[in-house]
């Protein structure tokens, strides 16, 4: 699309789509939090029901593009009206509030794993139905009008098609999708009024009306119940929940810097400290971690919450990824160890060493991603500030991706330059990097309470009795 709008050769392309893509997140980054406090007022379900309108009507508008104003316009727009990430994630840990820590880990991984099937099945259509006319001219060819506005829109079918999709999410929604929040759901169904008191002038011993609350009805004048208000930011943000975010966004910044690492330290030629593999060499390894994310969702991480608990994995994935930042650069030495037929310089055990690490990799960020989640969850102070928590920490993560390719590329760059440093070093620092901030991650970890992280204190505790309530309730029986 950028290519098409003629502003820039196909050496900078790249460069606006960044800007594109970089204007979706800094949207988000500004809204997040905003969406979410006022999820904490009205309710998980309008806000998500809005945010796919929001996202329906900026995909239409990105199809209409003809201009890369328009484009990054569309792309901003989207990344305002859409405050749905840490929404879901509230609503995910409402849901689950009562249940194991087992079954809380299991359903809070379909959040990444359903992102990333949509990231596998998203660019395969755009791929496919860009530039209809062009690409499947029988089907599409000689229609009239329909051919004449997909020609001058060639990008529109398929921002149709994932629009659809969002109109259908959004109706799928408007009838099934129910509100979790829980004052928002007692204010539905509790009466606007409450009732009136019942007055006598001599105690009436065989009166059993449960409804006859002395604690709420004062007066015989009927009142509107009072609204519990959500609190305020600062009270959302305690120690707990900031230390928690503070991790996040830590790990967030590792996570994106080894994205960015690995395509480049895998693409580059051997004498430079990469792997000199190809393009579709690359995409066999990140199709390799795309598997092992869909088993260790599905059936590795409820086991091992259940098995260590969720703080301890945390921890322990932390501390395994410093070791596999560092070691990983020293794939490139295994083309030095013979193959199974005696020869030396081959991949065999390259890719042998590849794999090995991206397994381990794959683990562990998939199982600290979704224990970041589901600890920022247990760390509020109230059920009714989850939407500003859960924003917060969508803030803190999504500074944390937009600084990391740019320090990544940076520290590439800037260390292979260096020659006073001695070469094996220098086609290492990349990793040393990684590795250092993968240890002050862990490092973050230390301040973290694992009783600050108990979902106990959400749960409805055993009312208490006091000495007037026992002399009602022995009145009553």
């Given at each position: 699309?950028?290519?098409?709008?003629?502003?820039?050769?196909?050496?900078h392309?790249g460069y606006?789509v960044?800007?594109?893509?970089s204007?979706?997140a800094v949207?988000?980054?500004?809204t997040?939090?905003?969406w979410?406090?006022?999820s904490?007022?009205?309710?998980?379900r309008?806000?998500i029901?809005?945010?796919m309108v929001?996202?329906?009507?900026?995909?239409?508008l990105?199809?209409?593009?003809?201009?890369?104003?328009?484009?990054?316009?569309?792309?901003?727009l989207?990344g305002?009206?859409n405050?749905?990430?840490?929404?879901l994630k509230s609503?995910?840990?409402?849901?689950?509030?009562?249940?194991?820590?087992?079954?809380r880990?299991?359903?809070?991984s379909?959040l990444?794993l359903?992102?990333?099937i949509?990231?596998?099945?998203?660019?395969?259509?755009g791929?496919?139905?860009s530039?209809p006319v062009?690409?499947?001219?029988?089907?599409?060819?000689?229609?009239?009008w329909?051919?004449?506005f997909?020609?001058?829109y060639?990008y529109?079918?398929p921002c149709f098609?994932?629009?659809?999709?969002c109109?259908?999410?959004?109706?799928?929604?408007?009838?099934?999708l129910?509100?979790?929040?829980v004052?928002?759901?007692?204010?539905?169904h509790r009466p606007?009024l409450?009732?009136?008191?019942k007055?006598s002038?001599?105690n009436?011993?065989?009166?059993?009306?449960d409804?006859?609350?002395?604690?709420?009805t004062?007066s015989?004048?009927?009142?509107i119940?009072e609204?519990?208000q959500?609190p305020?930011l600062?009270e959302a943000?305690?120690?707990?929940?900031?230390?928690i975010?503070?991790?996040?966004?830590l790990?967030?910044?590792?996570?994106?810097?080894?994205?960015?690492?690995?395509?480049?330290?895998?693409?580059?030629?051997?004498?430079?400290?990469?792997?000199?593999?190809?393009?579709d060499?690359?995409g066999?390894?990140?199709?390799?971690c795309?598997?092992v994310?869909?088993?260790v969702?599905?059936?590795?991480l409820?086991?091992w919450t259940r098995r260590?608990g969720?703080?301890?994995l945390?921890?322990?994935?932390?501390?395994?990824s410093?070791?596999?930042?560092?070691?990983?650069?020293?794939?490139?030495y295994?083309?030095?160890?013979p193959d199974?037929?005696?020869n030396?310089?081959?991949?065999?055990?390259v890719w042998?060493?590849?794999?090995v690490t991206?397994?381990?990799k794959t683990?562990?960020h998939t199982t600290?991603f979704?224990s970041c989640?589901?600890?920022?969850?247990?760390a509020s102070?109230?059920l009714?500030?989850?939407g500003?928590?859960?924003?917060?920490a969508?803030?803190?993560a999504s500074?944390?991706?937009a600084?990391?390719?740019a320090?990544?590329?940076?520290?590439?760059s800037a260390?292979?330059?260096?020659?006073?440093?001695?070469?094996?070093?220098?086609?290492?620092?990349s990793?040393i990097?990684l590795?250092?901030?993968?240890?002050?991650?862990?490092y973050s970890?230390?301040?973290?309470?694992?009783?600050d992280?108990?979902?106990s204190k959400?749960?409805?505790a055993?009312e208490?009795?006091?000495?007037?309530?026992?002399q009602d309730?022995?009145r009553?029986?």
């Open positions: 699309m950028v290519r098409d709008f003629n502003i820039t050769d196909e050496k392309v606006y960044g800007l594109i893509t204007a979706f949207a988000q980054l500004l997040g939090m905003p979410g406090m006022l904490d007022r009205i309710g998980r309008p806000v029901l809005t945010g929001g996202t329906m009507t900026s995909i239409l990105l199809g209409l593009s003809k201009s890369f104003a328009w484009a990054l316009i569309s792309r901003s989207c305002i009206l405050g749905n990430v840490g929404v609503m995910v840990s409402e849901i689950t509030l009562e249940h194991t820590p087992e079954q880990a299991r359903a809070f379909f990444p359903m992102y990333g949509g990231s596998i099945i998203g660019p395969v259509l791929g496919m139905l530039n062009q690409t499947y001219p029988g089907l599409f060819g000689g229609r009239g329909l051919t004449d997909l020609t001058e060639p529109f079918l098609i994932s629009a659809s999709i109109a259908f999410g959004l109706t799928f929604g408007l009838f099934y129910e509100e979790t929040l004052t928002v759901k007692s204010e539905e606007l409450r009732p009136q008191a007055y002038t001599f009436n011993d065989n009166n059993d009306d409804d006859d609350d002395r604690h709420s004062t015989p004048t009927p009142t119940p609204t519990r959500p305020s600062r943000l305690t120690p707990s929940v900031l230390a975010c503070l991790t996040f966004g790990f967030a910044f590792q996570a994106v810097f080894y994205d960015e690492l690995f395509p480049i330290w895998t693409a580059s030629r051997r004498v430079n400290g990469g792997l000199g593999f190809k393009s060499e690359i066999i390894a990140l199709a390799y795309g598997s994310t869909l088993i969702q599905l059936f590795c409820p086991a260590f969720q703080l301890r945390f921890r322990m994935v932390l501390c395994g410093i070791f596999l930042y560092f070691f990983q650069g020293f794939i490139r295994l083309y030095e160890v199974f037929e005696g030396t310089q081959t991949k065999t055990w042998v060493g590849l794999i991206c397994t381990f683990v562990f600290a979704t989640t589901i600890l920022t969850n247990n102070p109230r009714d500030c989850l500003a928590v859960n924003g917060f969508q803030c803190c500074g944390m991706r600084f990391g390719p320090t990544c590329g940076a520290i590439w260390s292979l330059s260096a020659e006073f440093i001695p070469y094996p070093i220098r086609v290492h620092m990793w990097a590795s250092i901030v993968g240890a002050l991650t862990f970890t230390s301040r973290l309470n694992a009783v992280y108990d979902t959400f749960l409805p055993e208490e009795v006091f000495p007037e309530d026992e309730l022995h009553r029986a």
